[in-house]
């Protein structure tokens, strides 16, 4: 079933060697320790809203876009975006990119136009959807947190009048 997309995706070209600054092992080294989920932020964000009482799902594989906490029982999912991959700030940052920019831009453009169809396919499903930056959930957990609780007590009242 192709997907009809709002706007022409981003091709990102494949990573050349020669364009990197490292070989194949040291990369390969360097980009082993680099984790997608399990995050500190995550870990935190995860116990603090376990804390609070409510259960999830962690890396919900049936939702798109693998949401790294998802409660489906309050149609609410929650992702904790890393700042270098996901383009935080992607404007004034994309000029410092100096070593295979055409891969990096291009790789980087794509997971934003990414997150923005995963947003909204969530969206038409009917969830609500979250998005935090990991240094945002590093140093205001609390202030996050407080979002996410708001929202999933109004859906709660929702439920418990009807």
């Not at 923005?116 to 930056?133: D, H, I, K, P, S």
Request: hydrophobic content about 35%; aromatic content about 14%.
């Amino acid at each position: 079933m192709p997907k009809k997309y709002p706007e022409e995706r981003i091709k990102v070209p494949r990573f050349r060697e020669e364009d990197g600054f490292y070989t194949t092992p040291e990369r390969s080294k360097i980009m082993g320790k680099i984790r997608g989920k399990n995050t500190k932020p995550e870990l935190a964000f995860r116990k603090a809203l376990w804390d609070a009482g409510y259960r999830y799902r962690i890396d919900y594989k049936k939702l798109i876009g693998k949401p790294d906490i998802a409660l489906k029982k309050y149609r609410t999912v929650i992702f904790i975006d890393g700042e270098f991959w996901h383009g935080y700030n992607w404007e004034e940052r994309k000029d410092k990119i100096k070593t295979n920019r055409e891969f990096w831009i291009a790789k980087i453009e794509r997971n934003i136009q990414r997150d923005q169809e995963v947003n909204e396919a969530l969206y038409e499903m009917g969830y609500t959807v979250f998005r935090y930056w990991e240094t945002d959930v590093k140093k205001n957990l609390s202030m996050c947190l407080g979002e996410v609780l708001t929202h999933l007590k109004e859906v709660r009242a929702a439920f418990s009048q009807s």
